[in-house]
């Protein structure tokens, strides 16, 4: 299984990027799929994941209200379209898969790194201010 991330690169604050990521290599049933990011110096940090089949998305407080997580399931694929950018968004983002199936309601399970058991290679993001 590959997770190919796309879509990075440089923009100025106010500015949007999509990411996209797409799933290939032999299938697997996907719980989940998601968006983190690390900035240099920090930790990794969870963005944003959406449910394959019921389509429940979940948002870190700091991207509310700007970014939105989609998927296509016939695509095998997950977006991540990032509005009103800021500088502190500057960071490598990494696409990531859940195999196992949780209750819509275990927000702490589709929000933490240790429940997804695929990742991608990471795609930087540079919003100048």
């Known amino acids: 299984v590959q997770l190919q991330a796309s879509g990075g690169g440089l923009v100025q604050a106010g500015g949007s990027l999509r990411l996209s990521c797409t799933a290939a290599g032999r299938s697997f049933t996907k719980n989940a799929m998601g968006w983190f990011r690390q900035a240099p110096g920090k930790g990794r940090e969870f963005v944003a994941s959406?449910?394959?089949?019921?389509?429940?998305?979940y948002y870190a407080d700091s991207v509310k209200g700007r970014f939105t997580v989609s998927r296509d399931s016939a695509k095998n694929t997950v977006y991540l379209q990032m509005n009103n950018l800021e500088p502190e968004d500057t960071a490598v983002y990494y696409c990531a898969a859940s195999k196992q199936g949780r209750p819509l309601n275990d927000i702490y399970y589709y929000t933490r790194g240790a429940s997804f058991d695929y990742w991608g290679q990471g795609t930087q993001v540079t919003v100048s201010s």
């Open positions: 959406v449910t394959w089949i019921s389509n429940r998305d």
